[in-house]
């Protein structure tokens, strides 16, 4: 993985939060909210929490919680604390490869969208059981196959054809490149935890406009930085070309497409 891959960075966190939060990550949050909820934890550790809509809605259902949110990059961080300062909340960089907590710490750790992220995930999972209390849970979601998200299928289409001998994959390698449930099963099970479950989860939620969904991808995740590294000035082309796609296929807007992703869950053995 390249620092490009994780560089959500400049004009990226702001762009993230306005144009994919509310159709891509908020319908997800709220179902991983609400199993996470169903347990009741009170000491809970957020990994990768970006712009923080996973702990927004944490800090509305489990009040009583103490929320320690986290994230690798800095700028997410400051935008995320912006828009929560929720007592029980408290943000810190971290990386998830080697987390500042002492062991057993937390009731519950959990991810959105995070763990594709993680360099070494069985590292990752191992820190996430060291700072876990005994029989506590970690949950986290990844995407499911490009196939099954249509706007990311879309997006990936439209920019290989316009840099066919060298297509832009940010999307297809990381995103939604960690999705083998039994690779998932077997890596939570060596680093040490027991009764996991796998659930495939499709959730819709509204954005405007087609060309809303292609600013965000093209501008607001670390695409950019694959399609700058390509033809800087090429940006603006690749956003109006994926949006004409995606109002091609699904209609100018609002667009109510649904996403599928895999929520896991397990206990600390």
């Known amino acids: 993985m390249s620092q490009a891959d994780k560089a959500f960075t400049g004009s990226i966190p702001a762009l993230y939060e306005k144009y ?3 159709p891509l990550f908020k319908p997800h949050a709220e ?27 944490l800090a509305q259902n489990l009040p009583q919680s103490r929320i320690m949110a986290t994230d690798l990059n800095e700028p997410m961080i400051a935008l995320a604390r912006s828009l929560c ?13 080697s987390l500042p907590f002492p062991d057993g710490s937390f009731d519950a750790v ?5 763990v594709m992220f993680f360099p070494d995930k069985h590292v990752a999972f191992g820190e ?8 506590g849970r970690v949950f986290f979601n990844v995407w499911e196959r490009l196939e099954t998200n249509p706007y990311a299928e879309v997006i ?7 840099f066919p001998d060298d297509p832009p994959l940010f999307l297809a390698r990381l995103p939604y490149g960690y999705h083998d449930v039994d690779s998932i099963r077997r890596m939570l099970q060596e680093a040490g935890f027991d009764r996991i479950e796998a659930e495939r989860v499709e959730k819709a939620g509204p954005s405007p406009s087609a060309s809303d969904v ?18 800087a000035s090429r940006l603006d082309e690749a956003t109006r070309a994926t949006a004409a796609a995606l109002a091609a296929r699904f209609g100018e807007g609002p667009l109510t497409e649904p996403t599928a992703a895999i929520l896991v869950t397990a ?3």
């Open 85 to 97: 300062m929720a007592d029980g909340v408290e943000w810190r960089q971290a990386d998830a490869m």
């Open 214 to 231: 292609a600013t965000g991808f093209c501008q607001g995740t670390p695409l950019r930085n694959e399609i700058e590294a390509r033809d």
């Open 128 to 135: 996430a059981r060291r700072v876990l209390a005994p029989t």
């Open 110 to 114: 959990l991810c959105q969208f995070g």
């Open 267 to 269: 206990q600390r053995a």
């Open 156 to 162: 990936t289409s439209v920019l290989g054809e316009m």
């Open 31 to 57: 179902e991983l909210v609400r199993k996470v909820a169903a347990v009741e934890p009170r000491r809970i550790l957020e990994l990768a929490a970006g712009t923080g809509v996973v702990t927004r809605l």
């Open 20 to 22: 994919l939060v509310p």
